[in-house]
């Protein structure tokens, strides 16, 4: 199931005393199946049409933001 970085803050939020897991795939290709397999969702980040494709460092680093902005506010992960 495709889902917005938005959606995926409020499904932490909502399993916070859970563990969640997340993969990135190579900026060429993406995941494979077999890694989507696995999913239970898969994040989409706005992006521009012209190009979809985005760096993973920078992928990594804004949907890790996120979520450090929403341990933050709301007390999420006592621990690491």
Do not use: W
Not at 33 to 43: C, Q
Not at 45 to 54: A, D, E, L, V
């Amino acid at each position: 199931k495709h889902i917005s970085l938005n959606k995926f803050l409020k499904i932490t939020r909502k399993f916070r005393q859970k563990k969640i897991g997340l993969m990135f795939g190579p900026e060429a290709s993406g995941l494979s199946n077999l890694d989507l397999s696995f999913a239970n969702y898969v994040v989409q980040i706005p992006s521009s049409p012209k190009f979809k494709s985005m760096n993973l460092s920078h992928s990594v680093s804004l949907v890790c933001y996120e979520i450090f902005k929403l341990c933050s506010s709301n007390t999420l992960i006592t621990k690491i």
